[in-house]
């Protein structure tokens, strides 16, 4: 026991003091990154860094993958407030050796996250070749003799998109009897309007088997990630790292407790708690609490499918969530 504990404690200690504790901030670059995959883990109050055990631990947790003993494959959608869109896809395989034992876990997830359709009325200074306007030129205008003369202002009306997106490939192993780990190498983007912004970045993960019932484990989100835009300014908007703690425990074979401790750079930590009750081997009930906030969530499985609903009571109102996976 003492030999764990002092295993455990950096891992805690470095979620803890990873980064200052300040007041709660919003608007940050790459806020869709922090609102998490899978409607199981969020139906557990987010509550799944080390618990982990499924396609979508490549989000959470990317070492939970070496725990997988299939091929998985994962969607989520979800039509949140404000006309949001929230869509999760990813794969996960297992490599073998000769023997058939799995020697290390790939996966490939793509996040896309934004508003379509966004209406844009703005008055019109020139042609859409960048001319000023000429009154010879006897131009389309919105009066009813359809033509621009002097004095009159013409406006344009169109649509546009914002849209965040989010592809990481992810590379998991065993590494001994008790540990595990994951890394995430991922290509962000953001389109707003007529600009865009590009970044690259890494997640760290891993998973201490502290006993068969028992986990820990500590997930490094975000490192070193920066939106740049393709502006004049080459403005650029720095992503805060996420650092999250956790533990789970199995006290049966049907129940599953889980606890976090999330972190985001200059914000206040927050706390996670979540349980998993499969009450036959096709259906599972989830409670949780989500800095707070309520989580509920169910599962109904159907030979290798699984179907996944969530419910969380957000600040900016209820949101639910469906996903699927799959196993090979």
């Not at 995959?37 to 959470?60: E, Q």
Request: glycine share 10%.
């Amino acid at each position: 026991m003492k030999t764990t504990l002092k295993l455990l404690l950096p891992i805690i200690l470095c979620g803890l003091v990873a980064t200052p504790i300040q007041a709660d901030s919003a608007g940050r670059a790459g806020a869709y990154l922090k609102m998490g995959v899978g409607a199981r883990a969020l139906g557990m109050g987010s509550a799944f860094t080390a618990v982990a055990d499924d396609a979508t631990a490549a989000f959470w947790n990317p070492a939970g993958l070496a725990l997988l003993k299939k091929h998985e494959a994962s969607f989520m959608h979800a039509n949140l407030t404000l006309d949001r869109k929230y869509n999760f896809f990813n794969y996960a395989h297992l490599l073998k050796d000769k023997q058939g034992k799995t020697k290390a876990v790939v996966a490939l997830s793509h996040i896309r996250f934004g508003i379509d359709g966004i209406p844009e009325t703005r008055l019109a200074t020139g042609r859409t070749d960048g001319v000023p306007f000429d009154p010879a030129d006897n131009l389309p205008a919105t009066d009813p003799g359809g033509t621009y003369t002097p004095g009159r202002n013409v406006y344009i009306f169109s649509y546009f998109d914002d849209t965040e997106t989010s592809t990481f490939g992810t590379y998991a192993k065993q590494l001994s009897d008790r540990w595990y780990g994951g890394l995430n190498i991922k290509s962000l983007r953001q389109d707003l309007f007529t600009n865009s912004a590009d970044s690259w970045g890494l997640d760290l993960g891993f998973l201490y088997k502290v006993s068969d019932r028992t986990m820990a484990g500590l997930s490094l989100r975000d490192l070193g990630e920066k939106l740049t835009w393709d502006t004049p300014s080459g403005h650029s908007d720095r992503i805060p790292v996420t650092t999250t703690v956790g533990l789970s425990h199995k006290p049966n074979d049907r129940l599953t407790l889980a606890a976090d401790i999330n972190k985001v750079q200059d914000m206040n930590a927050k706390f996670r708690l979540g349980a998993e009750w499969w009450m036959k081997d096709f259906a599972a009930l989830r409670l949780g609490s989500q800095a707070g906030d309520l989580t509920l969530g169910a599962s109904f499985k159907v030979e290798t499918w699984r179907f996944d609903y969530s419910y969380v009571d957000e600040t900016l109102g209820e949101a639910h969530r469906i996903s699927a996976s799959k196993q090979f």
